[in-house]
């Protein structure tokens, strides 16, 4: 198979996993927010929140970790896997204690605590089938992972929809999530053990210790990393209540939603552009360079959007107008979404260079910074300053991987070409003033009509579009292997 057929094939599964799982986990946030009201809303989003914060001591990077150790080397699979499962079970029990630690100790509601206990058992059940998907990446097996997820998370979008239908306690939802989560499990073990008929796991401490190092460095990149960019949420939870907890998560869902392209591409690209660059293939930086682009000119529309209609978004998605509260919100929320399309790609580099340690020191420094203005002005400006102080944090975060990452992908940044999105939606901004007597469904379709075409046809090179369209895929030639 080409190189490139292999990526596409990966990244068409992958996307089926990512969308059916930011797709459901959206749907769901957003019958809450319809259905339950702010309140319900703000206690199930910053519950499903924290326990996703302590997600990230569970993985603790375990994911990336595992999948380019095997990318690297694929006949080497099952050792890794059995060489870092100790390490998993270890932090995943740490993470599950210290998450009820912090469920009896912080000033949430009664209805926010008990959502919390449940999702820490959907917590140890997540982080399970991290590991298992983590593997399959590895081995660019890509297809089970999508097979999994698309399949629970088709059942629990119905489960969902019936609840919220009958308005049923809203403690009911979290609980067929927990469900939905166990059946991924097992689902995922029969595959592992289908494919791995040798599995055996010693919990040799000196073993672990030996292998704590590398871990150490994934583990906090992670924790950090993540840290930056929700913690506000509970933040503001804590000081300012589920009310605006719930206004401001509205809004964090839509980002959520909108990261998922990055989150696609970056995750389908990782095992083969880590194989490339280590094998000293030119083809890495063609397909590093390429990525960047598609980044940037989809991330642009998504920015103006934002900002100049949220109103239109916000009320077509949550139907309360309670949720207009969050418009300036959202409006920065945009640039949070460029922000982190344009530099995934320079953070992703940090990883495939065998510089994770440099990666993991940026998002120290960024996640400190987050915290520190986020407990010093939520009290006075609420989620007008997280929002902010989130675009801040960003753009420190996003500066400091390109300044390490410059030499590789400066040359991506000062395309040419990436001018014409620009320039197109730089004109789109001035014009807007004169359509505003349009509906405006017809002034959104007008504006992708107006940049999608140009873009497609004057910014990609002839070897960029075969990279699109090439179906056989043989643009990187065969496979090395």
């Known amino acids: 198979m080409g190189e490139l057929a292999n990526i596409k094939k990966n990244s068409f599964y992958f996307f089926i996993s990512s969308v059916s799982r930011l797709f459901t986990n959206a749907i769901i946030f957003i019958l809450i927010a319809r259905f339950y009201g702010v309140d319900d809303f703000g206690s199930f989003s910053t519950a499903h929140t924290l326990s996703t914060l302590f997600l990230l001591l569970a993985d603790f990077g375990f994911d990336i970790l595992i999948t380019t150790e095997i990318a690297r080397n694929k006949n080497l699979a099952l050792e890794i896997t059995q060489k870092y499962f100790p390490i998993k079970v270890i932090f995943t029990t740490s993470a599950l204690f210290l998450l009820w630690a912090t469920l009896a100790l912080i000033p949430a509601s009664t209805e ?42 088709f059942i629990l979008l119905i489960i969902v929809l019936w609840f919220s239908f009958y ?3 809203i403690k009911f939802i979290a609980l067929s999530i927990v469900l939905i989560r166990l059946i991924g499990l097992v689902l995922g ?40 960019f929700q913690i506000d949420s509970v933040l503001l939870m804590t ?38 660059f280590s094998t000293n293939d030119p083809n890495w930086e063609k397909l590093g360079k390429f990525i960047y682009k598609l980044l940037f000119i989809t991330g642009l529309p998504i920015c103006l959007l934002f900002y100049l209609y949220p109103d239109f978004i916000l009320t077509t998605i949550y139907n309360r ?13 945009g640039f949070i979404v460029f922000t982190r399309f344009i530099f995934e790609p320079s953070a992703m580099m940090l990883t495939v260079n065998n510089k994770q ?38 753009l420190i975060a996003g500066f400091l991987y390109l300044i390490f990452t410059r030499k590789l992908v400066i040359s991506w940044m000062f395309d040419a070409k ?7 939606v730089l004109s789109y901004l001035y014009l807007s003033n004169f359509l505003l007597s349009l509906p405006t469904a017809v002034q959104i379709a007008s504006f992708l009509l107006f940049y999608s075409i140009p873009v497609l046809i004057l910014n990609f090179s002839s070897e960029e579009k075969k990279m699109l369209f090439d179906i056989n895929g043989n643009y990187f030639g065969k496979r090395n292997g």
Not at 418 to 424: A, E, M
Request: aromatic residues 12%.
């Open 112 to 153: 926010s605590k008990t959502l919390i206990f449940i999702f820490s058992i959907n917590m140890v059940l997540t982080t399970l089938l991290n590991m298992i998907y983590s593997v399959f990446k590895g081995v660019e097996q890509f297809q089970y992972e999508a097979k999994i997820s698309s399949s629970i998370n």
């Open 167 to 169: 308005n049923l306690d």
């Open 189 to 228: 073990i029969v595959i592992f053990k289908s494919n791995f008929q040798r599995i055996t796991f010693e919990f040799n401490l000196k073993k672990i210790f030996s292998e704590m190092r590398i871990v150490m460095i994934f583990g906090i990149h992670l924790i950090f990393g993540t840290v930056f």
């Open 239 to 276: 000081l300012k209540g589920d009310t605006e907890a719930g206004l401001y998560q509205a809004v964090f869902k839509l980002m959520v939603i909108s990261l998922m392209l990055p989150e696609v591409l970056i995750g389908a690209v990782l095992p083969t552009i880590t194989r490339l």
């Open 321 to 333: 107008s309670e949720y207009l509260e969050s418009t300036m919100v959202l409006q920065f929320a």
């Open 357 to 394: 340690y440099i990666r993991t020191i940026i998002v120290i420094i960024a996640a400190s910074f987050n915290v520190l203005f986020n407990i010093l002005l939520i009290p006075i400006y609420g989620m007008k300053a997280c929002i902010i102080i989130s675009l801040v944090t960003n």
């Open 418 to 424: 990436l001018l014409v999105p620009t320039l197109i």
